[in-house]
Each structure stands twice: as C-alpha cells, then as structure tokens.
C-alpha cells in the first residue's frame, strides 16, 4: 500500500501535498507517534543513487542506548575518568602511546648499531653482527635484528652510514610474524663501485623471496623465512667480496 506523512505549511508549501509518500515497508502503526524512539544504526549504500538506513525504535531503541551508555560508563572506569571526558583522556593516552613507541624504536636503533640486536622485548637476540668489518679496502656493517619491522631499515641504514663514513652497510631484521626484511646502503663514494640493488637481489634468494629494488646507495627487499636472516648477510658479504676482488 501507499502511505504518506504530514502536510506542508509555511512559504512555498502546496495545498494538500505531505512531506512524503512512500510504499509500506512493513510498518503497521496508525501515526508516527506510534513508532516513538528511533535511532539510526547504520546507512550504507546499496546501489546508485540509493541508500539503506538501518534503525531501532520504540524498546529496542531505549535498550540499544542505554547499552551504549553502559559501555561508555565502562570505558571511563577503565580510564579512570567521567564519561563527559572519554574523548579527551582516550586523546592523552594515544599521544602517550605514540610517543612511548617513537623511544622504543630510537632505542632499538641504538641497540641495533652498538651490535646487540635487539628482540620485541628489548633482550639481546641472538645471531648479532658486531663491529665493522673490512673487505678488500671497503668497511662493512651488518646486523641481523629481532623484532624489527622492514619499514624501520631505513632510518637504521643511515645511522649506520653516518656511523662508518665510507662503506657498505646491510641489515637483515626478522619480524614479529617470523618474515624477514634486508636493506643495503652504500656510502655515495663507493656507489660507483658496489651496487645496493645487486647485493640486495643477492641477500633475498637466501629468504625466500625474490626480486628488490631501490637505487645504487640504498636497496630493500623482503623473504617469507627469518630463520635465514644471517644467511642473508653472509651472502651478501660473499657477494661483495667477489665485487672488490674485480
């Protein structure tokens, strides 16, 4: 059936037109007020130019909101405040947790280039690289890391060219799910001699994966097997011997 709701009144409103007309979706009431409460849960888009609202009336909407305030209530007991300031105390806690991640990872670095790797819980890992090495007439340092994510190699392969001043420096970390990530760096004078992207191709074979790309002073590349992280600095340190032999 066709239903319609309401007549206009004021400017522009036409005599005897509702609000709206619409085919009964269902609900039998004889008025509006029938209905009371109401609140939206949900409206998404179901085709083009359409809309669907899901919404909770009359019980089910007082239920539904008195739930929501319950939970509120909760989440301020939990963060030891009134509910009027959740938003604001829930604000403080991530900046805190923010920055609490930024110190965690600035001393993973540290950890990481003073040659003991660190793992998730800050420990020393094992399988550590330690100080600079040299082949042939290049400086090389190399770690393999626990606990470290890829996107992280980044800022420690600058560290740890700034650290050396000339040389090539290639990081292994292997993550919290067990994968593995591989960055080289080579210092802007050697480039010309010992290539980023060929050693990095060459330490990934031994992760399992395949490919890296990047530039002659800085290439990264990921396998699916952490456990062969050290592998992958020792054939890149094979690699590179082969390099300064020529």
């Known amino acids: 059936r066709v239903v319609s709701m309401g007549l206009p009144e004021g400017r522009g409103a036409k005599p005897n037109k509702p609000w709206s007309i619409e085919l009964c979706g269902g609900t039998h009431v004889r008025r509006t007020g029938d209905i009371g409460l109401v609140r939206v849960i949900a409206e998404t888009g179901s085709s083009s130019g359409v809309r669907r609202i899901e919404a909770l009336t009359g019980e089910g909407a007082r239920a539904y909101l008195n739930q929501q305030d319950e939970r509120l209530r909760e989440a301020a007991a939990l963060l030891k405040t009134k ?62 890391v626990q606990g470290m994510e890829a996107k992280d190699l ?19 970390c292997v993550t919290a799910e067990g994968k593995a990530g591989l960055a080289v760096g080579v210092t802007a004078d050697l480039t010309g001699t010992v290539n980023a992207v060929d050693l990095v191709k060459v330490g990934v074979e031994a992760l399992g994966g395949k490919g890296g790309g990047g ?15 050290a592998a992958a600095i020792e054939a890149i340190e094979g690699r590179l011997r082969k390099v300064v032999d020529l």
Request: no cysteine; net charge neutral.
């Open 83 to 144: 509910p009027e300031d959740v938003l604001d105390r829930l604000k403080l806690v991530l900046d805190e947790r923010r920055s609490l991640e930024k110190q965690l990872a600035d001393a993973r670095r540290q950890l990481a280039l003073a040659g003991a790797p660190t793992d998730a819980q800050g420990t020393a890992g094992e399988g550590a690289m330690h100080a600079a090495k040299t082949i042939g007439a290049v400086k090389v340092l190399t770690r393999v």
């Open 154 to 172: 980044r800022g420690l392969i600058d560290d740890g060219k700034a650290q050396i001043g000339s040389g090539v420096v290639a990081i292994a």
């Open 215 to 229: 530039r002659p002073d800085f290439a990264q590349a990921g396998g699916p097997d952490g456990q062969q992280a």
